[in-house]
């Protein structure tokens, strides 16, 4: 098991930053792949991007370009740097640590806001 803490979300002006931050109550070494969501009202949870054990990323095509994820080994944490933002990234972001061993378990963090006015 492994518990996820997120936190940086804000409010912040169209075309400006946002780092949001996840960290994890274990080594992320024996975590698969770890990766940041965001949600709407009324809408699915989506993805917006995902870094496996490997360093291997992959984003949503609607944030190519413009966001960043890393990762820390030495501080159990991953990192979401969004640049450009705008108002349709308004959303509850949540951190996603998933562990595949007999099954695929998902674990989530409570989600953090983030805001872009135009």
């Known amino acids: 098991q492994v518990e996820v803490v997120e936190s940086g979300g804000g409010l912040v002006q169209a075309g400006g930053s946002l780092r949001l931050s996840c960290a994890a109550s274990?080594?992320?070494?024996?975590?698969?792949?770890m990766g940041w969501y965001r949600q709407t009202p009324g809408k699915q949870r989506e993805l917006v991007a995902t870094i496996n054990i490997r360093g291997s990323t992959n984003y949503a095509d609607s944030v190519k370009g413009r966001f960043t994820i890393s990762r820390d080994n030495a501080k159990n944490a991953v990192y979401l740097q969004m640049n450009s933002l705008k108002p349709e990234d308004t959303a509850v972001y949540y951190c996603?640590?998933?562990?595949?061993?007999?099954?695929?378990?998902?674990?989530w963090g409570q989600g953090t806001q983030v805001t872009v006015s135009s």
């Open positions: 996603n640590a998933r562990i595949v061993g007999n099954g695929i378990y998902d674990y």
């Open positions: 274990r080594s992320i070494f024996s975590i698969n792949a």
